[in-house]
């Protein structure tokens, strides 16, 4: 079974309801972490995860609220005794100083009980297993500190694109189709994701997280602005703890966590 767990669905800052990015993608037994906010070592543990089961992170772009949780999470891998390999996707640019700042905290090398593979990540193909070929999309959210940040394509049984943040709506142009796209809400209008809507028929379902604090209480008028493009079944605003079962056939059901 495929499903998406919303650990953490703020934006830039934390709020009293949303902790920030971290999504659980489990394909049977295997889970990966895409972004990696605070608290997310806890909220693995309260949605019922084991950290030992986190096969790979994937990091969309070096703001803190996209990864400030894997400094923990490393360490909580170490005290729990994980033997397994964890791979950790991140933005090339940025390698040298994480490894440097691993080692400072002293979470580098025969330190760690697991061996530790961080991947650099550049525009295309990054990462493949059995369940999933994932390609990384560059995004303009960073372009004005000439830094990289992208959006992630996971291919297998489903098709689910993460946003990640972007610049402008224009990031996605590249998007054709998808069984769930996982889409930002704090870098771009509402005005603009309702009208990429409008063109692109062929998103299967739409989840809105990272959320702009703006917009927070408001999550029943942004719903029903978007039931003027997708039937209700294929609309999740994501809060923390929403659970999503994904299913081949397109057929999808909310259950809610926390
Ligand atoms: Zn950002």
Same mark, same amino acid.
């Given at each position: 079974m495929i499903s998406l767990h919303f650990l953490g669905t703020a934006s830039g800052i934390p709020t009293f309801y949303r902790f920030n990015s971290a999504t659980l993608l489990c394909c049977d037994q295997d889970k990966y972490l895409i972004d990696c906010g605070e608290p997310v070592s806890s909220l693995l543990l309260r949605t019922g995860? $084991?950290?030992?089961? *986190?096969k790979a992170v994937f990091i969309s772009h070096m703001h803190a609220d996209h990864f400030s949780g894997i400094f923990q999470l490393l360490q909580s891998l170490q005290i729990a005794g994980r033997t397994e390999k964890l791979s950790i996707m991140m933005p090339e640019n940025a390698i040298n100083t994480f490894k440097s700042f691993l080692e400072l905290i002293l979470l580098h090398g025969d330190m760690l009980p697991y061996q530790l593979e961080i991947i650099p990540v550049q525009s295309g193909y990054i990462f493949k297993d059995d369940n999933f070929q994932v390609t990384a999309c560059p995004t303009n959210h960073l372009k004005p500190y000439n830094r990289p940040a992208y959006s992630y394509s996971f291919e297998g049984d489903i098709k689910i694109v993460y946003s990640g $943040?972007?610049?402008? *709506?224009?990031?996605?142009?590249?998007?054709?189709?998808?069984?769930v796209l996982i889409m930002e809400?704090?870098?771009?209008?509402l005005d603009d994701v309702l009208q990429f809507l409008k063109i692109k028929s062929k998103i299967g379902k739409i989840v809105l997280s990272h959320i702009h604090p703006d917009l927070e209480g408001k999550e029943k008028e942004v719903f029903n602005m978007l039931l003027d493009f997708l039937?209700?079944?294929?609309?999740t605003i994501a809060g923390d703890g929403t659970m999503l079962k994904i299913v081949p056939e397109k057929c999808y059901n909310n259950e809610y966590g926390l």
């Amino acid at each position: 079974m495929i499903s998406l767990h919303f650990l953490g669905t703020a934006s830039g800052i934390p709020t009293f309801y949303r902790f920030n990015s971290a999504t659980l993608l489990c394909c049977d037994q295997d889970k990966y972490l895409i972004d990696c906010g605070e608290p997310v070592s806890s909220l693995l543990l309260r949605t019922g995860f $084991d950290w030992k089961e *986190i096969k790979a992170v994937f990091i969309s772009h070096m703001h803190a609220d996209h990864f400030s949780g894997i400094f923990q999470l490393l360490q909580s891998l170490q005290i729990a005794g994980r033997t397994e390999k964890l791979s950790i996707m991140m933005p090339e640019n940025a390698i040298n100083t994480f490894k440097s700042f691993l080692e400072l905290i002293l979470l580098h090398g025969d330190m760690l009980p697991y061996q530790l593979e961080i991947i650099p990540v550049q525009s295309g193909y990054i990462f493949k297993d059995d369940n999933f070929q994932v390609t990384a999309c560059p995004t303009n959210h960073l372009k004005p500190y000439n830094r990289p940040a992208y959006s992630y394509s996971f291919e297998g049984d489903i098709k689910i694109v993460y946003s990640g $943040d972007i610049g402008s *709506i224009n990031d996605l142009r590249w998007l054709q189709e998808a069984d769930v796209l996982i889409m930002e809400l704090a870098h771009v209008p509402l005005d603009d994701v309702l009208q990429f809507l409008k063109i692109k028929s062929k998103i299967g379902k739409i989840v809105l997280s990272h959320i702009h604090p703006d917009l927070e209480g408001k999550e029943k008028e942004v719903f029903n602005m978007l039931l003027d493009f997708l039937p209700k079944e294929r609309i999740t605003i994501a809060g923390d703890g929403t659970m999503l079962k994904i299913v081949p056939e397109k057929c999808y059901n909310n259950e809610y966590g926390l």
